[in-house]
């Protein structure tokens, strides 16, 4: 079976967001992640292989350090890996870097495509569906279990207040919720032998692309940072009184009763 | 019967590569196992835990040993490494084999949001770095300048911890009284970074190391008093390796030396009964043992008691190594095993001097409801209780 | 006739000159300090050469610590057979002269004329002594009894055991109560008893010195997490010994120093302070083979008990193999270190905890008693020679002491087993003699 399994590097959970002198998002110094839910893909796509034999294929998109999220995946057990690095990169949207994902997919045999469901930094939850639609091929989102037989697919996926089971052909696009699987802490051994597995790096160039056939669709226009949180308040009183006074302040000054 | 597992000599070189050169000098003799404080509890992880077997494992290079409750189980209490008849450096072992999965970047789950937060704020309590120096308004603490003599380093929980704040105020209010010159620098600082170090992610750790070592050599430190012994362990031991070479004690060291001066004298009286808990970077890691007892016992009215495991055969309070962040279920915490020993001992006062054993035994004293018989101190804390009639 | 020489203030023996080629000889006499097995095999072996040989012993009776054991590996032989052999050739031989509770005082010369300051300590027993034991009946001090390892008592007037040699009876002065008391020096037929009997001091005269002052047991408290000494039923190996042994503090029965019961479940601990940087970093050799011998006084007493042996490594060398086999699936042999030793407080029941390497289990046993294997520390690491020797670093007398003339032999120089010691005592004799001669 030939898996692939889409990932993106992303800011640790903790890191503190900053914006330089532009009002960009400032990345010096920060600590970078596999996105926690592509992690959830690459263990399921691992398992698959586990079961069906043949291999994962690890493709991502990023700067320079993007190599260090591919060769984590390859320690869990992936087997190869595809990294598009590109100053273009830094200026793209949402549809720009599906086009090119989708470029860099279509070189690559595949029966499956898993990916995290969202990327915690920009939260877009967009690229894989995008993706599908580029290879014109079906896509299932928030999937929380997956049963494959032969080149039939039943996955569940979570919605509002419950869950679907939606049953389709491959190839497909499935997207990791948590609660898919457990991703497994690798052994030392794997860690070596990822050293050793194929890792390839190439250039939107390398792709058949050219900047002017990426000109975004969306541009944003600023960031800004959160309001600072706010002390909180203790209501004093007996418990009916505390209530009452909560009620009030909740309808009255939050506004959202 | 068991799968048949290969030895690998390359696997057993990079865990020696990372840090464990002593790894081949033990001869398997089994002593580390046996007088390990996991033998002292039940459960999953006291079965599990097996520091020789840890050892072999690593020696031949056998997968096994990175399973993540065994590797990261180890609380790095030292009580293995001060009686193994070849002085393996067993801890360095544990912190290098941790290092070939983590440096790799696998931290277990519950360990990610700390580094996460060293790295991005400088301290592993989630703390906003521009808050670092807060605890100190209104307390008019002297900045460290060149005419200074020692730098004061305050361990972060210290800095973030509501409870543990305390503890910062008691030794500045000290250090004052015995007329110690002395500044701080704490809102530039990091964090020392010891515990990270023995969690295998050396690569933050030097990070802070050099950050720290930068800021220090800048501002001319040459002596550094600390309030908690895993930063006096990581600026005495560990930060040589990076070029920090500073005169590091820890705050008893000072004032107990001040006292016998008698710089510090205790006017007040504590009519109690009173044990020690000696944690293990201060007794078994650094080997300072009669500073504390000497201020405790200087206090007009305190009955002291020792504990059955005191000095070097303390019992670890579990926090060290990482563990103060690990969820262990109640009756597994050998830090609870503490509390019974002071309750026995019929003690009124359970003193230590280390804020990871603060928040370890406090928590045990809560879980197993004796607060209402013992009290769990810092040193500090005590002292200043008593310095006034 | 016992041949221990009653002295006056100075003795001085016949002066042999022997000249060879411009060196001389001074004395043909030797002097051996110690009279355990390897001070007596060098003192019969040299004299029966021919030589003069002067024997020193600090205790008031010959034979050392073979004296304090049961038996010894690997025929089981019980020690006062060999040591009495030794004492009849001391008896018949003119040529041997020994001087009990007597010490080096100093050495000054070189080989071939040595002049040795000796101090006898008095006995405050004299050469009337029958050894009728009257005294002992009717003295009313007592004092702890180190032939047992203090596991029982002794009167302050006293035989130091039941085969001692010189067959004498000798007083402690510090705890008898004096003149004031006088019981023993009424009591005596003999007149055998002065209680102001004087130290005195002497010289010797001899052409070499052979040291064989042996070796003490490893202080077992030092091993803070074994108890020794805060549990009553943990014994070190010596001590085992003692209460196996017919004329020792029970009788001859293994049984639990708290309670007196039977011990049914016994513990032996490898290793205990040895092979071990932090106390002594050598392998004693011999603790192995003494306890799998410990085993069978064990087994011989209740077939039935459960004995186990905890160990890093069995250490039957040589021939001894055969004795580990024949031994070794009788009892538990199980590979682990011990680490810590508790006590059950309300039986005194002691608990192992150790991990059984080869199936993974790890264990608290509950036993009996536990008998730490304790290894040897030569004398020498305590009180030196008073003469420029070379040591090693644990204090053993190195092979070359670096002082020609002067020589060590048996268990001062490396841990050994009653048999090598003896070997090794009959080859510094002949280097003594040498020494004397100079062809």
Not at chain 1, 139 to 147: A, G, R
Not at chain 2, 52 to 55: A, L, S
Not at chain 2, 363 to 370: Q, R, S, T
Not at chain 3, 373 to 384: E, H, L
């Given at each position: 079976?030939n898996?692939?399994?889409?990932i ?6 903790e ?5 330089d002198?532009?009002g960009?998002i400032?990345?010096n110094?920060v600590?970078?992640?596999i996105n926690p ?7 399921e ?6 079961k ?14 993007a190599?260090e999220a591919v ?5 869990m057990?992936a087997?190869k890996?595809?990294v ?6 830094e200026g793209?949207?949402e ?8 470029k860099a997919?279509?070189?690559?045999p595949y029966?499956?495509?898993l990916s995290g ?7 877009a939850?967009?690229?894989?569906v995008?993706l599908?639609?580029a290879l014109?091929?079906p ?9 494959v037989?032969?080149?039939q697919?039943?996955a569940t996926?979570?919605i ?6 939606i ?12 609660g898919l699987?457990e ?6 051994a ?5 050293k050793?597995?194929?890792l390839?790096?190439?250039?939107v160039?390398?792709?058949?692309l050219?900047a002017?056939d990426?000109?975004?669709k969306?541009?944003?226009q600023?960031?800004?940072?959160p309001?600072?949180r706010?002390?909180?308040q203790k209501i004093?009183?007996d418990?009916?009184?505390a ?9 009255e000054e939050?506004?959202?009763l | ?11 057993k070189d990079y865990?020696v590569?990372s840090?464990?050169e002593t790894?081949s000098?033990c001869?398997q003799?089994?002593l580390?196992?046996?007088l390990?404080?996991w033998?002292l509890?039940?459960g999953e992880?006291s079965?599990?835990?097996n520091i020789?077997?840890?050892?072999r494992l690593g020696?031949?290079g056998?997968?096994g040993f ?7 189980a180890c609380a ?6 001060s009686?193994?008849p ?5 801890i360095?072992?544990?912190r290098?084999?941790?290092?070939t999965t983590?440096g790799?970047g696998?931290?277990p789950?519950?360990?990610r949001?700390i580094?996460?937060s060293?790295?991005?704020?400088g301290?592993p ?6 808050k670092r120096?807060e605890w ?11 005419d200074t003599?020692?730098?004061?380093y305050v361990c972060?929980?210290s800095?973030?911890?509501t409870?543990?704040?305390?503890i910062a105020?008691?030794?500045?209010s000290l250090?004052k ?5 002395f500044?701080v ?7 020392c970074?010891?515990t990270?170090?023995k969690?295998?992610?050396e690569?933050?750790f030097q990070?802070?190391?050099?950050s720290?070592i930068?800021?220090f050599n800048s501002k001319?430190v ?6 908690s012994?895993?930063c ?7 930060y ?9 004690v820890?705050y ?6 001040l006292?016998?001066e ?5 006017k007040?009286?504590v009519g109690?009964?009173v044990?020690f808990h000696?944690p293990c970077y201060?007794g078994?890691h650094?080997?300072v043992?009669d500073?504390p007892?000497?201020?405790i ?6 009955e ?6 005191n ?5 670890c309070?579990?926090g060290?190594g990482?563990?103060?962040?690990a ?5 597994q915490?050998f830090?609870e095993?503490?509390?019974t ?10 003193v230590?001097?280390?804020?990871y054993?603060?928040l370890?035994?406090d ?8 607060n209402?018989v013992?009290?769990v101190?810092?040193m500090?804390?005590l002292?200043c209780s008593?310095?006034?009639? | 006739?016992v041949r221990?020489?009653?002295l006056?203030?100075s003795?001085?023996v016949?002066i042999?000159?022997a000249?060879?080629g411009?060196k001389?000889?001074a004395y ?8 355990g097995i ?9 004299s029966e050469?021919?030589s003069?040989?002067?024997l020193v012993e600090?205790?008031s009776?010959l034979?050392?610590r ?13 020690p006062n ?13 003119p ?8 010490e080096i ?13 000796v101090?006898a ?10 050894a ?5 009946e009717?003295c009313p ?15 302050a ?5 039941a ?6 009876y ?6 008898c ?6 019981k023993?020096v009424?009591?005596c ?7 102001d009997?004087?130290?005195k001091?002497f ?5 070499s ?8 047991p490893?202080?077992?408290t030092k ?6 000494g ?9 001590m085992l010994?003692r ?8 009788g001859g029965k ?6 007196g019961?039977?011990?049914k479940t ?8 040895s ?5 002594l970093a050598?392998c004693s050799?011999i603790?192995?083979m003494?306890?799998l011998?410990?085993?069978t ?7 039935d008990?459960k004995?186990s042996m905890f ?8 021939k001894y ?11 538990n042999l199980?590979?682990?270190?011990v ?6 407080a309300e039986t ?10 080869e199936t993974?289990?790890?264990m ?6 536990v008998?730490l ?12 020679v ?5 040591y090693?670093e ?6 070359e002491?670096g002082k ?5 032999a048996?268990?001062?120089k490396k841990p050994?087993?009653?048999a090598?010691s003896?070997?090794?005592?009959t080859?510094a004799?002949l ?6 001669v100079?062809?």
């Open positions: 079976m898996i692939i399994v889409c993106k590097q992303t800011f640790d959970t890191a503190k967001i900053v914006l002198g532009n960009k400032d990345p110094g600590n970078l992640i839910y592509d992690e959830y893909a690459i263990e796509g691992i398992r698959l292989k586990e069906f034999g043949g291999d994962v294929t690890i493709v991502t998109m990023g700067g320079p350090r190599q060769r984590t995946a390859l320690a057990g087997d890996g595809v598009v690095n590109d100053p273009i990169l793209t949207d549809w720009a870097n599906a086009e090119i994902l989708a997919v279509a070189q690559l029966d499956i495509i469901r969202i990327a915690i930094d920009d939260g939850s967009q690229i894989s995008r599908a639609e014109n091929i896509s299932v989102t928030s999937v929380l279990k997956l049963e037989a032969g080149t697919v039943t996926r979570e509002d207040g419950g869950t679907e089971t049953e389709v052909a491959l190839p497909a696009v499935f997207t990791a919720q948590k699987n991703p497994r802490y690798p052994s030392v794997g860690i070596m032998k990822a050793k597995k194929p390839k790096s190439m250039a160039a390398d792709l058949g050219a002017g990426l000109a975004s969306m541009s944003v600023k960031y800004t940072l309001t600072a706010q002390a909180g004093p009183g418990a009916p009184q209530a009452k006074e909560l009620a009030r302040l909740l309808h939050a506004k959202v | 019967m068991e799968e048949i597992k290969s030895v690998s000599l390359e696997m865990i590569s840090g464990a790894l000098w001869m003799c089994g580390c196992t046996n390990c404080p033998r509890v039940p992880v079965e599990a835990f020789r077997k840890m050892q020696q031949l056998l997968e990175e399973d993540e409750e065994i590797l990261f790095t209490c030292g009580m293995c490494q009686n193994c070849r002085k393996v450096e067993i360095n072992n544990v290098s084999m941790r290092n983590v790799a696998f931290l789950a519950h360990l949001p580094a996460g060293i790295h991005a704020n301290n309590w989630s703390g906003e770095k521009e120096a100190q308004e209104g307390l008019d603490i002297p900045a460290f300048s060149e003599e020692y730098l004061l972060c929980t800095c973030y911890d409870r543990s704040k305390k105020k008691s030794i500045v250090l009284e015995a007329g110690v010159s500044g620098l704490t809102a530039e600082e990091n964090c970074g010891e990270i170090r969690l295998g992610d690569e933050l990070k802070l190391a050099e720290n930068k800021l001319g040459k002596k550094i008093i600390t309030t012994p895993h006096l362990y990581a600026f005495k031991k560990d040589p390796d990076y070029g920090g070479e500073y005169e590091v820890h008893s060291e000072v004032l107990s030396k006292m016998k008698g710089k510090l004298t205790f007040g009286e109690k009964k044990t000696d201060l078994r650094n080997e043992y500073a007892r000497e201020l016992q200087a206090i007009p009215g305190v002291f008691v020792e504990l059955e495991r000095k070097s055969k303390s019992l309070c579990a060290g990482g563990r103060v962040w969820e262990v279920p109640m009756g915490r830090g095993l503490r509390i020993d002071a309750v026995e001992k019929q003690a009124d006062v359970l230590t001097a280390c804020p054993c603060i370890m035994l928590d045990a004293c809560a879980g197993l409801e004796k209402d013992l009290e101190m810092e500090s804390e002292l008593a310095s006034k009639p | 006739m221990e020489t009653g006056t203030s003795a001085f016949e042999l000159l000249y060879k411009g001389r000889m043909k006499s030797i002097l051996v300090v110690g009279g390897s001070g007596l095999t060098a003192a019969v072996e040299a050469a021919g003069e040989v002067y600090e205790k009776y034979g050392g073979v004296a304090q054991m049961n038996q010894y590996f690997p025929k089981l032989c019980p057979c060999g040591l009495e052999i030794n004492f009849r050739r001391i008896k018949q031989n040529r041997i002269k020994f001087f009990t509770l007597s005082e100093s050495i000054e010369g070189e080989e071939g004329d040595f002049t040795v300051t101090t300590k008095p006995r405050y027993v004299n050469q009337n002594c029958t009728c034991g009257k005294c002992t009717v001090a007592e004092r702890s009894n180190e032939f047992n390892y203090g596991m029982d008592k002794t009167k007037i006293y035989r130091a055991h085969f001692a040699f010189p067959m004498k000798v007083l402690d002065r510090e705890a109560l004096g003149a004031e008391c006088g023993c009424s009591v037929e003999y007149g055998a008893i002065e209680l009997m004087e130290p001091s010289k010797l005269n001899v052409g010195i052979v040291w064989a002052t042996g070796w003490e490893y202080d077992a091993i803070s997490y074994y108890g020794y805060r549990h009553q039923n943990v014994l070190t190996n010596v010994e209460m196996a042994a017919h004329n020792g503090p029970t293994i049984v639990r120093p708290s309670d019961k039977e011990v016994i513990a032996f601990v490898q290793c205990a302070g092979r071990d940087e932090n106390h050598y050799g603790c192995c003494a306890s011998k410990q085993a006084y064990v087994l011989k007493q209740a077939p008990a004995v160990y890093i490594d069995v250490r039957a060398m040589g193999e055969d004795f580990y086999n024949n031994v070794k699936d009788k009892i199980i590979k682990g270190k680490g810590e030793i508790s006590e059950d005194k029941d002691l608990i192992v905890q150790v991990e059984n390497q993974g289990e790890i608290r046993e509950r036993v009996d008693m008998v294997a304790t290894g040897m520390v030569p004398s020498t690491a305590g009180s030196k008073p003469a420029g020797i070379v090693d644990d204090g053993f007398i190195a092979s002491t020609p003339g002067i020589y060590g048996g268990s001062v050994l087993d009653v090598s003896a070997k090794d005592a080859a004799a280097k003594a003699l040498q020494s004397t100079r062809r």
